[in-house]
C-alpha cells in the first residue's frame, strides 16, 4: 500500500527514528487519520511508512521537523546551508532519493564497458544526464566538506580527482571582472580547496532540469554544466555557473575525472532583477558547452 520506493522507505525510516515517540505516534494519527491502532514506536513508523502516499507528503508533514531532515542529509554526506528552508531541504532529499534510484542502473551499464565510449550511442543522452547529475552532487558534496564553518569532516579531497593536465579558469568581480587560469592537478585541486576552506564559500547546485545540462563529444568526453548559489555561512553572496569535461579512467577503476573546468561567479549585487537567486537557471547552451572542449 506504501507509495515509497525501497529508497526512499530507508531513507524515511531513519528520519523517523530521531523523532521522539509522542511526536511519532501524532504522526501516525495523522497519517492514518486514526484508523490504526499502534501500541508502541515501532508500529507507529511501520503504520506511517506503509499508509504514506508519497516520501514529498510524509516530508511535507509538521511533524517531520526541518532540522530532522537537515541531519539526515548532513548525515549522508549532502551538506546544505544552515539557513536553508524546509521546502528545500524537501526537495534537495527527493532529489538524493531519486539519483539514488537511478545511479544504480546507471553504475550497472557504465561497469559493463570496459573502455571509455567511442560515440554518443553507446550511453544514452538519458544516462549521460544521470552521469552529469550524480557527478555534480558528488563533487559538491567533497568539495563542501572543506569548509570548516560546516563541521563536518572533511572527505578525501585532492589533485588524484583529476588529470595530470587538468585546467581551471575561474571568472569573479572584484572591482572589476578578473579572470584567472590554473593548470595542473595540484594548482586546480588546491585553487578549489582555498574557496571552500580559505574563503569559506558554500556552493548550492541546482540539479533540477533548469539548473544542469549535460553533452558528450564523439570522442569519450562529457561535458556537464550547473548553475547555483553561491553562500558565506547565512548570507547568500550571489550564483555560479560551473562546467566540467569529464573522461573515464580506464586504469583507475573506470571512475570519471576532471580534464578542464570553467566556474564563473556572480555577486548578488550584480545580478538583474529577472533573475533567480533561490533556483538559477544555466545560461550554457549546447553549443556554447561543447565548444569549452576546443
Known sequence: MSGLSRTELEGCRKMLSCLKGCDLIALCDTVTNR????????????????????????????KVYREVIFKYLA?????????AEKNQLVRRTL????????????????????????????????DYMALGKQFCQWFYNLVNTQNPTLGQEPLDWG?????????????????????DRFQGAELVSQRFLALVRDERLFFSPNLEPHGLKCEATPHGLVMAAVAGTIHRERACLGIFEQAFGLIR????????????THLKIRRQNELTGEEEMTSPALTYN????????E
Not at 579512467?249 to 578542464?260: C, H, M, R
Not at 549546447?286 to 572542449?293: D, F, I, P, T
Open 35 to 62: 484508523m490504526i491502532a499502534v501500541e508502541n514506536t515501532r508500529e507507529a513508523m511501520d503504520a506511517i511508512l506503509t499508509y504514506s502516499q508519497s516520501a514529498e507528503e510524509l516530508l511535507k508533514r509538521k
Open 75 to 83: 548525515s549522508e554526506g549532502i551538506a546544505m546551508p544552515p539557513d
Open 95 to 126: 532529489q538524493f532519493w531519486a539519483l539514488n534510484t537511478r545511479a544504480s542502473y546507471v553504475s550497472t551499464t557504465a561497469d559493463d564497458k570496459k573502455d571509455v565510449p567511442s560515440s554518443g550511442e553507446e550511453i544514452s543522452a538519458c
Open 159 to 179: 589533485p588524484q580527482h583529476f588529470w595530470e593536465d587538468a585546467r581551471l579558469m575561474l571568472c569573479y568581480s572584484a572591482e572589476v571582472q578578473q579572470t
Open 249 to 260: 579512467s580506464p586504469l583507475d577503476a573506470n571512475s570519471w575525472k576532471i580534464k578542464f
Open 286 to 293: 549546447s553549443k556554447e558547452l561543447l565548444s569549452l572542449c
